[in-house]
């Protein structure tokens, strides 16, 4: 099976659903290996409505290149990360508000990809970096 159909048979285990006004996405009928690695991807940090949302969105996004190998995947990893990234300023500060774990991204991407002076930037290189880790995950249920 190719890594675009694992990521189709992935897909189908989320579904979103209404909590208040906001629209979170849940597992439905997960399997075992797909919980396990989406709970690894939130560490501590369980549950984040926010982290099941990225996990949900890489994998859609993997859906929508013809990605057959690891290669393949890996090739078009940087793309598919960057393309979730928060545009609006709003988004981005709201997620850094969402948890104290997130300044951990500012300082490691600061440390990966240099200092910058440009707030805006800043929060869009950790919240990179933040869903680039939970493409590790991902990556791993994919291609195990």
Known sequence: MT???????YLKMFKTVKRGDEDITVFHN????LKDSVYKAHGDRLPNDWIFDKYQSILQSITDYDIESDDDL??????IVDGLVDVY????????????????YIEEAQKEYGPEDD???L?????YKAI???FDYVYSLLTE
């Open 3 to 9: 890594i675009s159909k694992k990521a189709i048979k």
């Open 30 to 33: 997960a399997s075992e290996d």
């Open 74 to 79: 890996l090739d078009n990893r940087g793309e």
């Open 89 to 104: 300023t709003s988004d981005l500060t709201e997620w850094l508000n969402d948890s104290n774990y997130n300044v951990y």
């Open 119 to 121: 707030g805006f930037k």
């Open 123 to 127: 929060l869009s290189m950790a919240q």
């Open 132 to 134: 680039d880790e939970i």
